[in-house]
Each structure stands twice: as C-alpha cells, then as structure tokens.
C-alpha cells in the first residue's frame, strides 16, 4: 500500500498528565466545596457548570498534545460534583434524606438493583458487559470471516458486492448485539480482502472508517444496537419500545445505509479477487484463526505478525512488507525476499502451527519456483490437515448460533415484562456461548481477555451518569423541558426536531454520545407521545451520526482510529479522520434530516402515524 505520509514532528507527541496528581487535586477541590456547602447554598447552575465543564474536558484532554486519562478525569470530577451536589439545598434526595434517614437512603438508592439503575444505568451497564462478552466468544469461532469467504465465492471474487453483503449482515446484527462489539471484528474481515484485492491505503483506511457509520448509524434500528439509544430507552421508558425503534429508526438505518453502499461503490467498484490463486491460507482463514488462537491464545493478521518478528527479519523486513502490501501472501513473501528457510520455518510455525510449518514451506518453495503442480498438490494436503481443526471451529460456531436462542427469548421475556431486569438476555446468551469453546481454553482466554479490555473504555462512563442523574434531582431538567416546550409553541415541532438533531450532531462528534444521549433525553418528558417520539428520532439519528464525526464521538470511532493508527497508518491524525469523514457524515445527515422532515409531516398531518402501536 501506498500513500505514505511524513512523520509529525517530535514536538506533537502526546504529554500526558498525571492522573493521581489530577485525582488528588479534585479531592481537596471536593474538600473544599464540601466545607462550603456546609455554610452557605451553593446554587444549581454551578453543579450544571461542573458536569459540563468533566464532559467537554473529555475531548480537549483526549484529542491534543495534553492528556489525561479519562478515568482518572471522570471519577475525580465527580468528587466535586457529588461535594457540590451536598451544598445544594432542597433536591430530591435531600428531602428523602431528611424524611427516611441514611439507612433507608442507602437500601433504596444504592444497596438495590433498582436504586443502582436510576443512579448508573446499571442494568444497561450490565447488559452491556454482557453483550461484549457473548459476541467476543461468537467471534472467535470466527463466523463472519466464514461468512465472509462464502459471499466471496458466491460473487465470483467481486469486492464491492461482497463488501456490501457483509456490511448489511453487519448492520442487521448490530441492531440485535451491538455495533460497538461489531466493529472491531468487522473491521478486520473487511482489511483481509481488500488486502487480497491490493486494495490501495486509501481503500482499506476509507473502509475501516465507513464501519462506524455501518455499525452506529446503521445499527439504531433496534434499542439493542447501541448504548445510547439503551440509555435512552431507559430515560424513557414505557415511551420507547421496540416497535418505535422498528417504526421510527429503521427507516433511517436504511437511508444511511444506502449512503454507505453509494460511497464504497465509488471507491471499491470494480475491484476483484483472484480465487483461482488465492492463498491456502486465505481460503481458509477462519480455521487458521481459529487454529491460532486455539495453539497460541492469539490472533494477528500477517501484517502485525511480521511487524512483531521484526528483530528476526532485520533488514529484509521493509522488502517482505511492500510485498505483502502489494497482496502476496506471507509464506510467498517470505520466500521471495529470500529469508532463511529456518527463520521461514520457524515463522509459519508461529503463525500457523509447527506441524504445518514444514509442508507450508516446501508449497510456498514450490510455488515461488513456479510449479503449480507439485503446490497444487501440496495445497490439498494441507488443505485436508486443516479438515480437522475446520470441524473443530464448526462445532463451537453452531454452539454460539445456538445461544441466540436465550438471548433473543430473554429479550422478548424482558419486553413482556419489564420487571425482568435487561441484563440477563446478554448474560443467558454469553453463558450458552461459552459452552462451545469449552475445549479450547486458549481461545476462551483470547475470548475473555478482548471482552474486558473493550468493557473497559465503559468505566469512565459511571461517574457521568451519577452526575447527570444527580442534575436531574436537582431540577435542572425541568428548566430544559420548560424551554423545549416553549420552544414548540414558538417554533412547531419540525424546527425543534432539526434543531436537537443537529444539536446532538455536534455535541456528539466533541463528546462521547453516551453521555450526549443520557443528557437530551432527559427533558423529553411530559411531551405529547407523538411529538416525544420525533424529538426521540432526531436526538437518535443526531447522536449516532454525530458519533462518527470525529475519533472519539463514538466507541466505534475510537476501535477504527486505533486500528488506522496501527495497522493502515501510523502518522493518520484526527484532523484527517474529519476531513475523510465530513462527506460521508454530511450525506448522511441530508439523508436523516428529510426522514425527520417526513415524520414532522406525518407528525401534523396524520397524528395517529406519532402514536406507538
């Protein structure tokens, strides 16, 4: 691939600050408006400053030269907020302090489900926790590359119709279990065939970004797809069920949709992959994954593999990568660059596995040399090796379609009855999961050990939710449904739709759209329930598409610039990001702002379309 890019100047590295020293800091700030407090009132609208001042923080310290972790900003601000929180006179939980004391206090609001789900949406957190970890066992039986491959035989080796099934099969399944534990697998299905395609840099980086519009816009038409739009059911609930994400999401989902398949038209059309050449390695990489994981309790593409042996590979490294760029396979590679056959060996059998290591040399000789015969032959041999570990994976992939069952019964239990807590649906699922990689606990480990690594860019998140649930006692959303129904009688309905739309647009391509979703729609309620549900749509659609806006709107966001980052482009900066972005976010917002436009429509015109069936 090609379309290098200078290294930024050493000036721009990253400084990041001190997070005991910033925790410390806010714990004599909390101190001291503690002691305060304890004097005089302290108002609302200073706690309304603190949270947004943690929220905005968020982006300036986690977009330029001068960071802070986001867990250390997050919890230390809401020692502050919580210490301000105690100076303000008057709010709900003072008055259910003064009236049941702390005992009764700490039973309703933090020694109960209940009280722990109004305080940090914990049965949203905990469906989540485990959403990730049901879909980190589901994808390491490698289904979507299986997927993936057949797609590719059925189009004859054409890219875009192959990439298009895969990400409306991506889309579709991120509306049920997630775009966030989507991406991060859907990403590198697409990076291996573009890459057998040849596809240049532009190519790959474009549709590595495109997955956040595919698994976040795309992935709203059902309440399951994304955090906000759970956090928002929950805000809103009974007004949001799933017929209204069905009703009013899903015709946006597919807008977008279209959007998407528009652009990677433009830039995949007319790509193709050779089938008759492809790799033994490649037609099989859902089995070679999974036999990697299973034998080394990892999986890399070759890309990284060659990159982390760089000390073996020395000075025939920069060679062996422009090769690979170019869309040969590794062992190929490794051959023509002319690496020692130990050192060959010893690499296949890393990648692979050591029993392989030698007949995968001796094909790849072969094949440099230019005898397909003898390589053909050599091919079938390690083709039915590789029969054995293909039923292996096959087995814990129908097991992990199989927990679909309990997960998908859970959440219709759950719809039923909404006493039924949420989290169970994800949990019932993941336990069923897991059943088919009882045999493999190198891949089970991989499984585990990616699922708590994703949950944990959710930690920052909880303080936050504490904070604006402590606004909502104070009563600082009244004030905010006062205008917006101030702003409708003014205004109407259509203007304030657009308005929250592009509201949330913004706000969520500088914030995480988490918190921008927990934060709207709050004051949301007491609206009529067709009117409720436009507004629902616009900050939906906003949150969502603002979310790929920029490299930290989203999770998604955050998965697919790393990834940039790692494996397409070291020197890609967040400038870019926006830039190659804006057109595809642009689109995408005509396209939603005539959806919100027609529901205003019908919202005027046929108010009995604005009713939840």
Same mark, same amino acid.
């Given at each position: 691939?090609?379309?290098?890019?200078?290294?930024?100047?050493?000036?721009?590295?990253?400084?990041?600050?001190?997070?005991?020293?910033?925790?410390?800091?806010?714990?004599?700030?909390?101190?001291?408006?503690?002691?305060?407090?304890?004097?005089?009132?302290?108002?609302?609208?200073?706690?309304?400053?603190?949270?947004?001042?943690?929220?905005?923080?968020?982006?300036?310290?986690?977009?330029?030269?001068?960071?802070?972790?986001?867990?250390?900003?997050?919890?230390?601000?809401?020692?502050?907020?919580?210490?301000?929180?105690?100076?303000?006179?008057?709010?709900?939980?003072?008055?259910?302090?003064?009236?049941?004391?702390?005992?009764?206090?700490?039973?309703?609001?933090?020694?109960?489900?209940?009280?722990?789900?109004?305080?940090?949406?914990?049965?949203?957190?905990?469906?989540?926790?485990?959403?990730?970890?049901?879909?980190?066992?589901?994808?390491?039986?490698?289904?979507?590359?299986?997927?993936?491959?057949?797609?590719?035989?059925?189009?004859?080796?054409?890219?875009?119709?192959?990439?298009?099934?895969?990400?409306?099969?991506?889309?579709?399944?991120?509306?049920?279990?997630?775009?966030?534990?989507?991406?991060?697998?859907?990403?590198?299905?697409?990076?291996?065939?573009?890459?057998?395609?040849?596809?240049?840099?532009?190519?790959?980086?474009?549709?590595?970004?495109?997955?956040?519009?595919?698994?976040?816009?795309?992935?709203?038409?059902?309440?399951?797809?994304?955090?906000?739009?759970?956090?928002?059911?929950?805000?809103?609930?009974?007004?949001?069920?799933?017929?209204?994400?069905?009703?009013?999401?899903?015709?946006?989902?597919?807008?977008?949709?279209?959007?998407?398949?528009?652009?990677?038209?433009?830039?995949?059309?007319?790509?193709?992959?050779?089938?008759?050449?492809?790799?033994?390695?490649?037609?099989?990489?859902?089995?070679?994954?999974?036999?990697?994981?299973?034998?080394?309790?990892?999986?890399?593409?070759?890309? @990284?593999?060659?990159?982390?042996?760089?000390?073996?590979?020395?000075?025939?490294?920069?060679?062996?990568?422009?090769?690979?760029?170019?869309?040969?396979?590794?062992?190929?590679?490794?051959?023509?660059?002319?690496?020692?056959?130990?050192?060959?060996?010893?690499?296949?059998?890393?990648?692979?596995?050591?029993?392989?290591?030698?007949?995968?040399?001796?094909?790849?000789?072969?094949?440099?040399?230019?005898?397909?015969?003898?390589?053909?032959?050599? /091919?079938?041999?390690?083709?039915?090796?590789?029969?054995?570990?293909?039923?292996?994976?096959?087995?814990?992939?129908?097991?992990?379609?199989?927990?679909?069952?309990?997960?998908?019964?859970?959440?219709?239990?759950?719809?039923?009855?909404?006493?039924?807590?949420?989290?169970?649906?994800?949990?019932?699922?993941?336990?069923?999961?897991?059943?088919?990689?009882?045999?493999?606990?190198?891949?089970?480990?991989?499984?585990?050990?990616?699922?708590?690594?994703?949950?944990? @860019?959710?930690?920052?998140?909880?303080?936050?939710?504490?904070?604006?649930?402590?606004?909502?006692?104070?009563?600082?959303?009244?004030?905010?449904?006062?205008?917006?129904?101030?702003?409708?009688?003014?205004?109407?309905?259509?203007?304030?739709?657009?308005?929250?739309?592009?509201?949330?647009?913004?706000?969520?391509?500088?914030?995480?759209?988490?918190?921008?979703?927990?934060?709207?729609?709050?004051?949301?309620?007491?609206? /009529?329930?067709?009117?409720?549900?436009?507004?629902?749509?616009?900050?939906?659609?906003?949150?969502?598409?603002?979310?790929?806006?920029?490299?930290?709107?989203?999770?998604?966001?955050?998965?697919?610039?790393?990834?940039?980052?790692?494996?397409?482009?070291?020197?890609?900066?967040?400038?870019?990001?926006?830039?190659?972005?804006?057109?595809?976010?642009?689109?995408?917002?005509?396209?939603?702002?005539?959806?919100?436009?027609?529901?205003?429509?019908?919202?005027?015109?046929?108010?009995?379309?604005?009713?939840?069936?």
């Amino acid at each position: 691939m090609s379309d290098e890019h200078p290294a930024p100047p050493a000036a721009s590295a990253i400084v990041f600050g001190s997070s005991r020293r910033f925790v410390l800091g806010c714990a004599a700030a909390a101190a001291a408006l503690f002691l305060l407090g304890r004097s005089v009132s302290l108002p609302v609208g200073l706690l309304a400053v603190e949270v947004f001042v943690t929220i905005l923080a968020l982006f300036v310290f986690g977009s330029f030269k001068y960071q802070i972790h986001k867990n250390a900003l997050t919890y230390g601000m809401a020692l502050v907020i919580v210490a301000t929180f105690c100076g303000v006179p008057a709010t709900a939980f003072h008055r259910e302090l003064a009236e049941q004391g702390w005992a009764a206090f700490l039973r309703h609001n933090v020694l109960s489900f209940h009280g722990l789900d109004q305080l940090v949406h914990a049965d949203t957190m905990l469906f989540i926790l485990g959403l990730t970890f049901f879909v980190a066992v589901i994808a390491q039986t490698r289904l979507l590359e299986q997927i993936t491959f057949f797609l590719l035989r059925r189009n004859g080796g054409r890219v875009l119709p192959t990439v298009l099934a895969v990400t409306a099969v991506v889309a579709l399944a991120s509306g049920i279990l997630g775009g966030v534990s989507m991406i991060g697998l859907t990403i590198r299905t697409l990076v291996i065939i573009l890459t057998l395609a040849a596809a240049p840099t532009a190519a790959v980086r474009y549709a590595v970004m495109v997955c956040t519009v595919v698994t976040t816009v795309c992935g709203i038409w059902l309440a399951y797809g994304e955090p906000p739009n759970l956090i928002m059911r929950a805000n809103l609930d009974p007004h949001l069920t799933n017929a209204f994400f069905l009703r009013y999401c899903a015709p946006a989902a597919i807008a977008c949709f279209l959007v998407v398949a528009w652009n990677l038209r433009r830039k995949l059309g007319g790509r193709r992959v050779a089938l008759a050449g492809l790799d033994v390695l490649d037609a099989q990489v859902a089995t070679v994954r999974f036999m990697q994981a299973a034998r080394h309790g990892e999986v890399l593409l070759p890309k @990284e593999f060659v990159e982390d042996h760089a000390a073996d590979l020395g000075e025939q490294l920069r060679p062996l990568l422009a090769r690979m760029h170019r869309g040969e396979p590794l062992g190929l590679a490794l051959v023509r660059t002319e690496v020692p056959a130990a050192t060959r060996a010893r690499l296949l059998g890393q990648f692979v596995s050591e029993e392989l290591a030698a007949d995968l040399d001796r094909h790849y000789v072969r094949l440099a040399a230019g005898d397909p015969p003898f390589a053909t032959g050599t /091919e079938a041999e390690l083709a039915k090796a590789l029969e054995t570990w293909r039923q292996k994976r096959s087995r814990a992939a129908r097991i992990g379609a199989l927990a679909l069952l309990p997960f998908v019964g859970a959440l219709v239990w759950h719809g039923i009855n909404h006493a039924v807590p949420l989290f169970l649906a994800s949990l019932a699922g993941f336990a069923v999961a897991l059943l088919g990689l009882a045999g493999f606990p190198r891949v089970r480990a991989l499984a585990l050990r990616e699922a708590r690594h994703e949950f944990a @860019e959710y930690y920052f998140l909880f303080p936050l939710f504490l904070s604006i649930t402590l606004l909502t006692k104070a009563g600082f959303f009244e004030q905010l449904q006062q205008l917006l129904h101030h702003g409708v009688a003014q205004a109407g309905h259509a203007a304030m739709a657009l308005a929250q739309f592009f509201g949330c647009t913004l706000l969520s391509s500088i914030l995480d759209n988490n918190v921008v979703a927990d934060f709207g729609s709050r004051a949301l309620h007491g609206l /009529e329930l067709g009117v409720l549900h436009l507004f629902a749509l616009a900050q939906i659609a906003g949150y969502a598409v603002g979310g790929c806006w920029t490299h930290i709107g989203s999770a998604q966001s955050v998965v697919a610039f790393a990834f940039i980052r790692r494996d397409v482009d070291e020197h890609y900066t967040p400038v870019r990001w926006i830039k190659e972005m804006t057109p595809v976010v642009l689109e995408s917002c005509a396209v939603l702002v005539l959806v919100i436009l027609a529901e205003s429509l019908l919202l005027r015109w046929l108010p009995e379309a604005g009713l939840a069936p």
